[in-house]
């Protein structure tokens, strides 16, 4: 094939033809590009620009004025901030305290090759498949307490006000996203857990490591960058939650479950503020961006490091 | 030749290895795991079991029962119901909905991947790429105010068509990755041949590389689709008319309308999930890899 061609003139000829090549693929990617840059790109802009302006979000674009500060200013006064800021943060940080010990265990249950464990993964996955809002709505009849399943069993116990008050609010919350979520996590550790060597748990087993030791000194150091993607998913994504907790709390009781996106919409689409409503998105890409690095950051700089050292 | 062309690619979960004793992670008794995975069992389907029983009780049992054992006279009625209440009509819409933003958003991501990989040290297609790859951060909840916006501003407010194009702008960056992965697992010589055999790089993209891609292309459609059919947001802020609604929104309102009517409730949640359902049934595998598709390593 190519071989006939003289090594000399073959590198000026292979330029010429894959420029010529570029040209005519250039235009495949217009059709993605354009609309990634209309709906995507153009937004994000849009949403700085938006957070410095004044708009009430029912009159057309010309009734849209700069007004420099102003929003920055009065959302970054607002002790509602504060507020949204330690909902959003307590979500994060109970809900990745929660979902990531139980992902593991899930996972490494279901990592195992028993045919049973096969059939049990098509119920661990149903999850995954509802949409926020379903769950929500499932869990608000269910844990109604006039109407759910704490009335219908006679139980004290399950007949609380789950979601009327504050601490029950969060724990609930906290408990519907695991719900919705570890399996989706699982799975991850699910496939990691499988590519760990065999040869380094017969060499703990030669050893004499107990079962509890090989999961602490094998598994767990060589899930470390998957705990890591994990993670990172877990909090950069518990910052956007949303259709889950409004249709769940509604931000409720009083503002217990107010996070940033809830604040974000609250102040935007009900009190026709999408001046200060832009300056909480802002705030909400800077936030995820900022954890995605810190996270990155603390998983080492060199992410593709071999854990595999001595196998 | 076409046949022994490797298709896998580092995106999708390790098939189930052929020689289970090889990769023998439990041979040995694992009690946390095994407790952990069967009280997580419960958790996970108990709501779903008591989703289906209370959808199939009637609204005047339904308060004198014990609401985990299933009823004695199972009823269709709850389900007659939630139809009534218009929901054929919401159905219809999150099918067009979904339809038409996963197909374009599918075969617009399969083009720029094709370009991106054939054009390889291209700097207006690397930019391209890059681009993508960045707007795998951007959240849609941080940006709905513009999108908002820009729709007002098409005269599409209260549309089907305002939730179908910003579902495809931020259904692109992660199909194109996925798609790209595996395109570039296509081996160079096959496209060399094509190109030798005097085919345009259109005509190799259609008769080579897409149905070598359609693994793949199967995994980023049923991971945009559920996507798409599960969102909530867009129609939120998108739509305002009853007739316009999908299926989750529709659901919402449903329930805020009927909230003591709990097994119609149920009923409705069940209907909504039900393609998805089917699908997961006759397609769990590829449903199962599609949703960790460009997360597993």
């Known amino acids: ?311 | 030749m076409a046949t022994t062309v490797p298709t896998r690619t580092p995106s999708r979960p390790v098939p189930p290895d052929p020689l289970p004793r090889v990769r023998g992670v439990t041979r040995r008794r694992n009690w946390f795991g095994g407790l952990a995975g069967w009280a997580w069992l419960v958790v996970i389907a108990l709501p779903l079991y008591w989703i289906v029983i209370t959808s199939f009780t009637s609204q005047d049992t339904y308060f004198d029962h014990n609401p985990l054992v299933p009823t004695t006279h199972p009823t269709l009625e709850n389900y007659q119901f939630v139809l009534d209440a218009g929901f054929v009509r919401y159905f219809v819409n999150s099918v067009i909905v979904t339809v038409g933003a996963v197909v374009p958003a599918v075969l617009m991501s399969f083009m720029a991947a094709f370009a991106i990989v054939r054009g390889g040290g291209g700097r207006f297609l690397t930019a391209v790429n890059g681009l993508f790859l960045m707007g795998l951060a951007i959240p849609l909840q941080a940006v709905v105010i513009p999108i908002y916006l820009i729709i007002i501003e098409m005269h599409l407010y209260d549309s089907l068509t305002a939730m179908i194009l910003p579902s495809i702008a931020f259904a692109l960056p992660l199909s194109v990755l996925v798609l790209s992965n595996f395109i570039r697992d296509v081996p160079r010589e096959l496209f060399e041949s094509m190109r030798l055999d005097g085919c345009s790089e259109w005509g190799t993209m259609w008769r080579l590389a897409f149905p070598l891609t359609r693994p793949a292309l199967v995994t980023v459609t049923i991971y945009n689709g559920l996507t798409i059919w599960n969102n909530f947001l867009l129609p939120l802020i998108l739509t305002q008319s009853t007739e316009r609604r999908t299926l989750p929104l529709a659901l919402w309102s449903f329930q805020g309308q009927y909230s003591v009517n709990v097994p119609a409730i149920m009923a409705a949640v069940l209907l909504t999930t039900l393609p998805i359902l089917l699908l997961y049934v006759v397609g769990r595998r590829q449903l199962v890899s599609g949703l960790t598709a460009g997360f597993g390593k």
């Open chain 1, 1 to 311: 094939m190519s071989t006939v061609i003289p090594p000399a003139t073959r590198g000026r000829r292979e330029r010429g033809v894959t420029s010529a090549r570029n040209a005519s693929l250039a235009w495949l990617v217009l059709p993605a590009l354009a609309f990634f840059v209309a709906f995507a790109l153009v937004p994000l802009l849009a949403v700085v620009v938006l957070s410095f302006c004044r708009w009430n979000g029912i009159s057309d674009i010309s009734s849209i004025s700069w007004v420099g500060l102003d929003s920055w200013h009065s959302v970054l006064t607002d002790p509602a901030l504060p507020h949204a800021i330690g909902v959003t943060l307590l979500i994060m940080a109970l809900s990745w305290a929660f979902q990531t010990p139980a992902s593991i265990l899930v996972g490494v249950f279901i990592a195992g090759r028993q045919r049973y464990r096969a059939l049990l993964s098509v119920i661990y996955f149903i999850p995954l498949l509802l949409s926020s809002a379903a769950i929500a709505i499932t869990y608000k009849a269910l844990l109604d307490p006039n109407f759910g399943i704490g009335p219908g069993l006679h139980s004290d116990l399950l007949t609380q006000n789950w979601l009327g008050e504050d601490n029950l609010a969060v724990g609930v919350l906290v408990f519907v996203v695991s719900w919705q979520f570890v399996p989706f996590h699982s799975l991850i550790y699910q496939g990691a857990i499988r590519q760990i060597p065999a040869s380094m748990y017969e060499a703990a087993e030669i050893d004499g490591a107990g079962r509890l030791r090989t999961f602490f000194s094998i598994t767990l150091p060589q899930l470390k960058y998957t705990v890591i993607t994990s993670s990172t998913l877990m909090v950069v994504g518990s910052l956007t939650f949303f259709d889950i907790i409004w249709v769940l709390t509604e931000g409720g009781p009083a503002d217990a479950t107010r996070s940033l996106a809830l604040d974000m919409y609250i102040r935007g689409f009900r009190a026709n503020l999408m001046g200060p409503a832009s300056a909480i998105a802002v705030l909400l890409v800077l936030v995820g961006l900022g954890l995605a690095l810190l996270l990155r950051r603390l998983g080492g700089t060199d992410a593709t490091a071999s854990q595999m050292e001595g196998v």
